[in-house]
């Protein structure tokens, strides 16, 4: 029994060393976990604190790298857009001069004319202009062709030539009104107001005056007798049937019904041509009017 009770007791002291061993391992494990977490818990903090500040550095480097980038192409944009600019002015100007003076689509391929005639043809006009067809438009000679119209057709009296856009040469013409009819070398000639002869009549036309000088058909008796035939009007014209020119300062009309009128210079050819007409009224059985001074008009049973 002594040696059995014995070794009970050594199994149970056995027993409890194996437990107290357990023990204090397990307490040196929890210490070391607990350590183990406190030095996790400590440097966690650190870690996200050193994660978020090169975060941060980034975004701000990202936003001022973009930045800087704009504006380098800001830059480059302004430098370019000037020289495409100027490119694009430049190839505009060396298209304008080639299509204005060297393409066949601006060159000159017609005449057009216009304008009120009666004694002239527009064919007549077109071939006196004699335009340069095949010129660059924007250098032909305008004045040229107006000479050339001028000269070659008496009857026109004023001709405007103009380039007519895209391929064309106007002309404008006005013609001569006639307001006497002159005889020069057999030859019944239209006169103008200027003094001017430019057409041929086989026969005189009716409401035209005649013009007889004598002194002869030169300029200045042409230019009076033409200034005073030019104010009459046309009722008063169609009754006269020649204007009498012995002087410049000497002129007659000669009435179809055997009246004389003295007008004396053409000075006031107007006012006189009123005064006429009012006489005409007033005395109409009388068969001289004088109005040489309109001011003062005399008239007189006698044409002498």
Known sequence: MGEKGSGVETEIAEALEIAQSASGEREIDLDGEEAKAGAESSTEPESEESQDEPAAVDSATLKSRKAFARRQWRRRWLAW????????????????IWAVYFSTWLQVKGTSVHGSMKM????????????PVGEPLATADLEAVQVRVLNGLPMV???????????????????????????IGGRLRA??????VFWDYKKAPRGLPMVNTVTGTNSDALREAAAVASALPADLAKTVDHVEVTTVDSISLELRNDKRVVWGSSAQSDTKADVLVALMKA??????????????????????
Request: proline letters at 6%; zero cysteines; a negative charge.
């Open 81 to 96: 857009r000037y020289l495409i600019v100027g490119t694009l002015v430049i190839a505009l100007l060396l298209g304008g």
């Open 120 to 131: 002239t043809s527009a064919k007549q006009v077109v071939e006196f202009a004699a335009v």
């Open 283 to 304: 005395e109409p059985d009388v068969a001289r009017y004088d109005v040489s001074v309109p001011g003062q008009p005399v008239t007189s049973k006698s044409v002498d």
């Open 191 to 196: 006169l103008d107001e200027t003094g001017t």
């Open 157 to 183: 009296r004023s001709v405007n030539v103009s380039r007519e856009w895209p391929d064309k040469i106007r002309v404008d013409v006005t013609e001569r009104t006639p307001v006497a009819v002159v005889s």
